[in-house]
Nanobody, 123 residues
Framework: VQLQASGGGLVQTGGSLRLSCVAS????????VGWFRRGPGGTRTFVTS????????RYADSVKGRFTISRNNAENAVYLQMNSLKPEDTAVYYC?????????????????WGQGTQVTVSS
């Protein structure tokens, strides 16, 4: 499976963006999907994930109430709706997937990664 992320851009504080991640070469229907981000000079950190079993999504505390992950198995895609964006949300955002269910939010728990899309929030 290959993942292609898109939708990043430049937005002002308080604005919104919707990231998309489309899979090819395989189905995401039985995979846990997630989003991670890497800020300037930082490491890749967990943002959110959603298992294929339809369990309650997991979110990093820093994005709870502002970000929403969703998936569309028919489109073989996962989305990240980001609202009330803050400058500290500025990062490269990566979508990721792994077969089966997991509650593990470490990067090592995900086997397949997209190329990343830049999100910049201006103050």
């Amino acid at each position: 499976v290959q993942l292609q992320a898109s939708g990043g851009g430049l937005v002002q504080t308080g604005g919104s963006l919707r990231l998309s991640c489309v899979a090819s070469g395989g189905s995401l229907s039985r995979s846990t999907v997630g989003w991670f981000r890497r800020g300037p000079g930082g490491t890749r950190t967990f943002v959110t994930s959603l298992s294929w079993r339809g369990e309650i999504p997991r979110y990093a505390d820093s994005v709870k109430g502002r970000f929403t992950i969703s998936r569309n198995n028919a489109e073989n895609a996962v989305y990240l709706q980001m609202n009330s964006l803050k400058p500290e949300d500025t990062a490269v955002y990566y979508c990721a997937a792994r077969l089966g269910s997991t509650s593990d939010t470490r990067t090592s728990a995900f086997s397949t990664w997209g190329q990343g899309t830049q999100v910049t929030v201006s103050s």
